[in-house]
């Protein structure tokens, strides 16, 4: 195969795997076609079945694609938590930054279509909860902690900290976005996000 045949191969593959995301992601895998995913890809839909064997194929590397977007992200902020060094200052910012990602992106879609797809792509479900949600509370757990053993924090169960934290902070409206409540605005989300670590270190600041 030339370099050329190769580069539109690859190109229509990304066009693709695009396409299938936002179909997938806002009709679910039932109400999903091929002829959308082609229409939305701007290809023909024989290219869709030359590239992909299937609709499972298509579905399984479409989210794999969107599981390994989330995964970049939860090791960014695992990176930034683990750079905290005042919690009353940091803390919020964080807040700030994983409500925003996390009801604002496509994180809730996601979640949604993959809590649908759960008993046809068990596999699936568990990957994404493995790389994405777990790994933010496994990263916000070392931060607090550290921020615990410097002697801003009182902790008794860092992972549990975690959890509380993240709850408070988008945990009502993810909980509401999940039975497809209307995406929160902005200055909701940077509201209730503050709102939520200030209630947090009202508990947990020494």
Do not use: C, W
């Not at 509401?176 to 200055?187: L, Q, W």
Request: proline share 2%.
């Amino acid at each position: 195969m030339s370099t050329a045949v190769d580069r539109r191969v690859g190109r229509s593959r990304t066009a693709i795997l695009s396409a299938a995301t936002t179909v997938f992601l806002r009709d679910g895998y039932d109400g999903a076609n091929v002829d959308d995913i082609a229409r939305e890809a701007g290809v023909a839909k024989r290219t869709v079945y030359n590239v992909f064997e299937n609709k499972e194929a298509l579905f399984r590397e479409a989210i794999s694609m969107s599981i390994e977007i989330a995964e970049r992200f939860s090791a960014e902020l695992a990176t930034e938590a683990g750079g905290l060094q005042n919690a009353s200052q940091d803390l919020p910012r964080i807040a700030r930054r994983l409500a925003a990602a996390v009801l604002r992106g496509p994180v809730l879609p996601l979640r949604r279509l993959l809590v649908s797809e759960a008993r046809r792509f068990p596999d699936l479900a568990r990957e994404y909860r493995s790389r994405a949600p777990e790994a933010v509370l496994r990263a916000l757990s070392r931060a607090l902690q550290e921020l615990a053993d410097s002697n801003q924090l009182r902790l008794d169960n860092a992972g549990l900290a975690a959890e509380h934290f993240a709850f408070l902070i988008m945990g009502a409206d993810m909980d509401r976005g999940m039975f497809g409540a209307a995406t929160a605005s902005e200055t909701r989300v940077r509201e209730r996000a503050d709102a939520g670590a200030a209630a947090f270190l009202r508990a947990y600041l020494r």
